[in-house]
T-cell receptor, first 111, second 118 residues
């Protein structure tokens, strides 16, 4: 069975600081992994996804994530936070085509 | 091009009443998903439609919940005899599903319907 754990319901950073949002997964087959972002009063939007191949995946808005099989992790990073990055971020894993989402991490960016 | 649209954006109803939530997927997308997003609970899968295949209803929480997809396009999620615990944001997503079986399709989400049951 697939599952996702996002560590920290809230992460607070200063503008310009490194962003690190943690995601650990469990999957009985090689996983496909996703990060989605949700801005207030909007639906989710895909940031990036890992399918096969290169384990470092680059997405939109300067975000990237690295698939680490040995650690069963898929943490999301961005070198320098912008105020516009404030949003809810969801990690998801897919085995059968219907993804399982984590509970989300709210990113707060301070000026 | 238009994205996934949902209506209404907000719905307030009284306990025991029935509600219908509508989703218009992106044209040409064969797969359609419904999720429920409760505060602090992430996204809970409800139901999945793929083309003309029988829907995957494994996520529906009770027999008060049902969904239809007419003509392979518009979908309606119906909740009968609403309860206060049904209050949540209901999200719809669609995908091309061209990679069916390989699990790589990107889902495109609508803005959701916020349901409040008094």
């Amino acid at each position: 069975a697939q599952s996702v754990t996002q560590l920290g319901s809230h992460v607070s950073v200063s503008e310009g600081a490194l962003v690190l949002l943690r995601c650990n997964y469990s999957s009985s087959v090689p996983p496909y992994l996703f990060w989605y972002v949700q801005y207030p009063n909007q639906g989710l939007q895909l940031l990036l996804k890992y399918t096969t191949g290169a384990t470092l995946v680059k997405g939109i808005n300067g975000f990237e994530a690295e698939f680490k099989k040995s650690e069963t992790s898929f943490h999301l990073t961005k070198p320098s936070a912008h105020m516009s990055d404030a949003a809810e971020y969801f990690c998801a894993v897919s085995e059968s085509g219907i993804p399982t989402f984590g509970r989300g991490t709210s990113l707060i960016v301070h000026p | 091009g238009a994205g996934v649209s949902q209506s209404p954006s907000n719905k307030v109803t009284e306990k025991g009443k029935d509600v219908e939530l509508r989703c218009d997927p992106i044209s040409g997308h064969t797969a359609l998903y419904w999720y429920r997003q409760s505060l602090g609970q992430g996204l809970e899968f409800l139901i999945y439609f793929q083309g003309n295949s029988a829907p995957d209803k494994s996520g529906l929480p009770s027999d008060r919940f049902s969904a239809e997809r007419t003509g392979g396009s518009v979908s309606t999620l119906t909740i009968q005899r609403t309860q206060q615990e049904d209050s949540a944001v209901y999200l719809c997503a669609s995908s091309l599903d061209v990679h069916r079986g390989t699990r790589t399709d990107t889902q495109y989400f609508g803005p959701g319907t916020r349901l409040t049951v008094l």
